[in-house]
């Protein structure tokens, strides 16, 4: 099984007017595929936060797939 590293961020501006890609919450999911990966972030992230979709909280959803260590 693959890993992968699931991050969710929000966009907010700074005090000089640019914005600011800001992580909300960051998992490493095994899974078999980066989709399967993202839903199951997606089902954590909503019930550490309380909520009932991600989008609430967040602005993207980002999966990139972890390297696996040399044998």
């Not at 967040?58 to 044998?71: F, I, K, L, N, S």
């Given at each position: 099984?693959?890993?992968?590293?699931?991050?969710?961020?929000?966009?907010?501006?700074?005090?000089?007017?640019?914005?600011?890609?800001?992580?909300?919450?960051?998992?490493?999911?095994?899974?078999?595929?980066?989709?399967?990966?993202?839903?199951?972030?997606?089902?954590?992230?909503?019930?550490?936060?309380?909520?009932?979709?991600?989008?609430?909280r967040?602005?993207?959803?980002?999966?990139?797939?972890?390297?696996?260590?040399?044998?």
């Open positions: 099984m693959r890993t992968f590293l699931v991050k969710f961020h929000k966009t907010v501006s700074d005090g000089r007017g640019y914005d600011r890609q800001i992580i909300q919450q960051q998992s490493i999911v095994p899974a078999s595929y980066g989709e399967a990966a993202a839903d199951a972030a997606k089902t954590m992230f909503c019930r550490a936060a309380s909520i009932v979709d991600w989008r609430l967040a602005d993207t959803c980002e999966v990139v797939e972890m390297a696996e260590p040399a044998a």
